[in-house]
């Protein structure tokens, strides 16, 4: 069953073709193999994800797009920790991370892991400053001034560090989140549709942060996105049809995206 | 609407069995009190019915006045048991002897632990309430009868010998015989014994006199009919009432005992625990409404009334307070029966009967609790029917605030008025001590209130405070619990509050308790000039001669007793005070007047009719040095006298204190209540000499003025604890309002722990930030506890400062609770704490 949905894998769609990543996958920060997912049992089973095989290449910035319930979210945080897969292996930074134990996991996202969720990101009783400094708390660590302060200076909000998250408007929240992600320089970084609540002004600002983070900063990055926008800032783009990686493509226009969206949705 | 009320309960189990938890134990104090007051008053009701069973009227001494002391009053002349016996209509007439004292069985007294010792002499009838199960009646001298319990407790049987103390002397006797009386085998703690007559009239220094005299009606005459009869044959001093009614009036005696101490002392404790309760309720239907704040937008949105929001809350309320109000009552049952148990481990002997629950308890507790619960409910109600329909469209959990919120200072400084104005009324004011003390009552609760509704204001800066510490110690968990415990300032400031009432009462026992004990230390010392204490064990009094005896002790100097009795002064309005006789010649080698008039050279010079005043009952009898007042004792006899000096010691010597050629005049027996020793040799040595010159009074407990101390400062401890004991109830009801206000906080904060630990907060750090609140919160109630408390108890001492209470904090105690505040926070976050840290941190991320 998991051979034959590895090969369905392997089986180039019909639909519009892309440009094969070139990317080289033996630098790979996150290594997933056959990796599957499933809710539930038997005839009510709904299979997530039908094995995906899928190298995170350091220092890049990957967007996971497909349909709704294709299972973008699923692979995300399999691949980060916060879920197991039903089969299949995860490697985060040389660690393989489906058979360790919780404390063992908070002591990777500590570590090794940052995240961006679409929303309510931050703490409403910290300031913006001691929402970025949160993870180095959290761990104990005294912070690094420097780092610190150019985060800041990249998420351009040094007048706004005392103010609590109300007070701030949500792309400021999410620019707050982002180095609050970075802070701790982790191996990689998963950003849940991090700009699916902004408009696209707001919403660029942030994907400009991101971009500039993989750039000035060398920063891995994983990022789940409905938008074609967004995605066209990536280096890669991973396509899930149904609980499959249905195509893998290096750098895209937006146009080829659409189209490819386009497609997928046709097929159901 | 009540289906939807019983559906919100459920849904919300835990929250519901919580609150309903504070006001189910409330309600069970309250009914658990009644439950165990009504089981006492109707065994002795059962006892004394029986005893007076066969009798149709008794006649004993009339006593010239009824003191709350049960001073004893002597006999009547055993040539009136004749006289009884002439007057027509009486079938049978038989007087005897009944006194108390005390026994040993080899060589160690016998421990009632508070109840009398009770001898009463035999008499074959038919009247009699005892019947032999063993071996006979005392018939000769030197012998005599114990009740079937004593028998076995003490491993007594027919020839035992068992040494008899009495205020005339120790005497040596065997068991003849083992009767029940009332066919119980004992009453309630007390002893009871069988003496001859004759034996009974020399131990009890009623030679020629008996106690009682217990009359049958002959056929046909009614007890009433004699009862009207034999007052007109007899003299004044003769109370001659029907068995029916001196049944009735002794059970009513221990009844109004009851009522005076123990009923309202467990009753106002109940009325914490409810108090305590109300906030909880307060608070548990402020969450629940806050939470469902889209859920009755939306009702509204669906265009339902005001009216009917109001109606589904308040239902809820009332479905949740019948409830707990009914299970209280279940539970009042085992509370009655677990203070059974308490009484019973602190040796404190009851006669129990089966417990029953009358309608009065049943209507009293669900009155209060159902109330108490609806009452708490309405305002969060009333802040449901101000949600705006258009709420259901927004993000959040905050409640509009109520209507009137911005008067909220000025509300609660207006209650705080209203509290202090009952205070002082209960203080100063006019009335009956119950209505004061009512009054007193009301004002501090207006004033908890008062401080509970302030406290929102100062609750966060309070809260920063005490959490500063734990942000020390651990960062980002101490720093969380801080924020968070500041956030809602409203709740924090309930859910405190809660804790702050319990503490509260406990802290003002303690401080007062501290103050009395201090008070009383500080008097013995300052007055007691004497080495040693000899007082008698078990509240009896001293054979006559023990002073007496003890100046042929080598090492002793002085050997003076205070001979103790009540007795009545004043003119038109009397009032009752203790008399002191003491030895005028030696008395000031023993003792240290604090003179405000006169000085020790007036002591020798008393005479028969000179007497001192202690400053207080100088004031209230309104006489000065040189002037004169009379007094009168139980039994009747009368004395005029000058007063020769006034002195102040509210402690030890309080009322009036005069020689014993005076004291005699008043009451020729004997009641000699301590003996004062000064000695000259070793400690150690003196003591053992002292004792053994008293080895013949087992009762006669030689001590230190130390060990004096000790015991009089271990007495009030143990009614100490006996407090704290049962005030442990609302702190623990306190416990539960903490855990009701974490987990609905963990709930609210799902999504945001959710993403602390995906950022890598560990589930201890979880954890300790939970209970760190939970701290924070508990401290907060803790330290406002121990300030009110304090505060109360100064007011309560400065007013009653004359009696000689003063005002005394006990540093170390309040530490103590302190840390008991801790220890309630951290047991509290036990529950909440582990359900927040085992919130799955998908889960969370996806949670709204
Ligand atoms: N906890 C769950 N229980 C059962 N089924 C689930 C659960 N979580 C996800 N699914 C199912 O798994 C499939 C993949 O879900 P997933 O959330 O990964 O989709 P997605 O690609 O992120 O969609 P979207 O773009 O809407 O966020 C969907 O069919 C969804 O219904
Ligand atoms: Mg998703």
Not at chain 1, 48 to 74: C, F, H, N, Q, W
Not at chain 2, 565 to 591: D, H, I, R, Y
Not at chain 2, 699 to 721: C, F, P, W
Request: hydrophobic share 45%.
């Amino acid at each position: 069953m998991e051979t034959m949905d590895r090969e369905a894998t392997q089986t180039a769609p019909a639909g519009p073709a892309c440009e094969a990543s070139d990317l080289d996958a033996a630098d790979a920060v996150v290594v997933a193999r056959g990796i599957t997912r499933d809710y539930g049992e038997g005839d009510a089973a709904v299979h997530a994800l039908r094995g995906v095989d899928v190298d995170m290449v350091r220092g890049r910035l990957t967007a996971i797009m497909g349909p709704s319930g294709s299972g973008k979210s699923t692979l995300m945080h399999i691949l980060a920790g916060l879920d197991e897969p039903t089969a299949g292996t995860v490697e985060v930074d040389g660690i393989e991370i489906t058979s360790l134990k919780e404390r063992e996991l908070t002591q990777l996202r500590r570590d090794k892991i940052g995240f961006i969720f679409q929303t309510l990101n931050l703490l409403p009783t910290l300031t913006a400053q001691e929402n970025i400094e949160l993870p180095m708390t959290i761990a104990g660590r005294k912070g690094d001034g420097q780092w610190v302060g150019q985060l800041i200076d990249t998420v351009g909000l040094a007048d706004r560090l005392d103010h609590k998250p109300a007070e701030l408007s949500g792309g400021q929240q999410q620019r707050v989140a982002v180095a609050r992600a970075l802070v701790g320089r982790p191996a990689v970084l998963f950003a849940d549709e991090p700009t699916g609540n902004l408009d696209s002004k707001t919403g660029d600002q942030v994907l400009d942060l991101l971009r500039r983070s993989v750039d000035d900063f060398g920063q891995t990055i994983v990022m789940v996105t409905h938008d074609a926008h967004a995605a066209s800032i990536a280096d890669r783009l991973l396509f899930l049809h149904d609980g499959r990686i249905v195509y893998d493509c290096g750098r895209m226009a937006r146009d080829e995206i659409f189209e490819v969206i386009k497609s997928l949705e046709d097929r159901r | 609407m009540i289906r939807i009320a019983w559906r919100s309960l459920l849904a919300h189990k835990l929250r519901s069995f919580l609150t309903a938890l504070a006001i189910l134990l409330g309600v069970a104090m309250i009914s658990g009190t009644y439950v165990f007051t009504d089981q006492i008053s109707r065994a002795f009701d059962e006892i004394y019915s029986e005893a007076f069973k066969g009798t149709d009227v008794t006649i004993t001494r009339t006593s010239s006045f009824s003191s709350d002391y049960g001073a004893a009053v002597g006999g009547l002349p055993e040539s009136m048991v004749e006289d009884v016996r002439a007057v027509d209509g009486v079938k049978e007439a038989n007087g005897y002897i009944s006194g108390m004292g005390a026994i040993a069985v080899d060589g160690e007294v016998v421990e009632t632990g508070g109840s009398p010792t009770l001898f009463f002499s035999y008499v074959p009838s038919a009247m009699s309430a005892t019947s032999y199960v063993e071996g006979d009646p005392p018939t000769k001298p030197g012998e005599i009868a114990v009740v079937k319990g004593l028998a076995e407790d003490e491993g007594l049987g027919i020839g035992s010998p068992v040494t008899v103390i009495a205020d005339t002397g120790t005497y040596e006797t065997r068991v003849s015989g083992v009767f029940t009386f009332a066919s119980e085998s004992s009453l309630g703690g007390s002893l009871l014994l069988n003496t001859t007559f004759e034996d009974g009239q020399l131990w009890f220094d009623l030679d020629g006199q008996v106690s009682e005299i217990d009359v049958t009606a002959a056929d046909g005459v009614s007890p009433d009919a004699l009862a009207t009869r034999l007052r007109a044959a007899l003299p004044e001093e003769a109370d001659v009432k029907t068995g029916e009614q001196a049944a009735a009036d002794a059970s009513q005696q221990i009844s109004d005992a009851l009522g005076t101490f123990i009923n309202p002392v467990l009753l106002s404790l109940g009325g914490v625990a409810v108090l305590v309760g109300a906030f909880i309720i307060f608070n548990a239907f402020s969450m629940t409404v806050a939470q469902r704040r889209r859920e009755f937008a939306l009702l509204r949105a669906l265009g339902a009334l005001r009216r009917q929001v109001m109606w589904s809350i308040t239902g809820e309320a009332l479905v949740m307070g019948v409830l707990a109000s009914v299970l209280g009552l279940v539970v009042g049952m085992g509370f009655a029966a677990g203070v059974n148990a308490l009484m019973k481990a602190l040796n404190v002997d009851i006669p129990t009967s089966s417990l029953v629950m009358q309608p009065r308890t049943v209507i009293v507790g669900l009155v209060v609790g159902i109330s108490i619960t609806l009452l708490s409910a309405v305002v969060p109600a009333l802040r449901a029917t101000r949600v705006p329909p258009v709420a259901a469209l927004q993000e959040g959990a905050t409640l509009p605030a109520a209507r009137y919120s911005r008067f909220t200072p000025y509300v609660a400084a207006a209650v705080a008025a209203l509290g202090v104005l009952g205070m002082v009324n209960g203080m100063y004011g006019v009335g009956s001590t119950t209505q004061r003390l009512l009054a007193m009552a009301v004002g501090a609760v207006l004033l908890f209130v008062a401080v509970a509704m302030l406290s929102k204001y100062f609750v966060a800066p309070v809260a920063g405070f005490i959490g500063w510490p734990l942000t020390r110690v651990a960062k980002t968990s101490g720093r969380l619990a801080r924020d968070n415990s500041m956030r809602n300032p409203a709740r924090t400031a309930a859910t405190a509050s809660a804790l702050m009432i319990g503490l509260g009462v406990v802290v003002f026992v303690a401080v007062f308790a501290q103050g009395l004990k201090s008070s009383f230390v500080d008097g013995f010392d300052q007055v007691v000039r004497a080495d040693y204490v000899v007082a008698a064990t078990n509240y009896l009094t001293l054979p006559g001669d023990t002073a007496r005896r003890l100046e042929y002790v080598p090492a002793v100097d002085t050997s003076a007793g205070v001979n103790i009795q009540v007795v009545q002064t004043g003119g038109a309005k009397k009032t009752t005070t203790t008399l002191n006789g003491v030895e005028p010649s030696t008395f000031s080698k023993v003792w240290s007047f604090d003179w405000i008039e006169g000085d020790d050279t007036v002591l020798p010079k008393l005479g028969t009719d000179g007497a001192l005043l202690e400053e207080q009952t100088a004031r209230s009898l309104g006489v000065k040095v040189g002037d004169s007042f009379s007094v009168q004792s139980p039994e009747g006899e009368k004395a005029g006298f000058e007063v020769r000096g006034i002195y102040r010691d509210p402690m030890m010597l309080v009322g009036i204190t005069v020689g014993d050629a005076a004291y005699d005049r008043l009451s020729p027996r004997s009641q000699l209540y301590m003996v004062l020793v000064t000695a000259t040799g070793a400690q150690g040595a003196d003591k053992a000499a002292l004792e053994g010159a008293l080895a013949d009074v087992p009762t006669a407990d030689v001590m230190t003025a130390a060990e004096y101390k000790d015991m009089m400062v271990g007495s009030i401890n143990q009614l100490l604890n006996l407090l704290y004991g049962l005030l442990a109830m609302s702190v623990i009801i306190s416990l539960f309002g903490i855990v009701n206000t974490l987990v609905l906080s963990v709930y609210e904060r799902t999504r945001e722990i959710g993403l602390l630990r995906a950022i890598g907060a560990s589930r201890r750090q979880i954890r300790r930030s939970v209970r760190y609140e939970s701290v924070i919160t508990s401290v907060i109630g803790g330290v406002l506890g121990i300030l009110v408390g304090i505060v109360f108890a100064y007011v309560v001492t400065t007013r009653f400062g004359g009696m000689g209470i003063k005002f005394s904090v006990p540093g170390a105690q309040l530490v103590v609770f302190l840390v008991i505040a801790v220890v309630v926070g951290v047991l509290a976050a036990i529950l909440p704490a582990r359900r927040a840290a085992r919130i799955d941190i998908l889960e969370a991320i996806h949670y709204e």
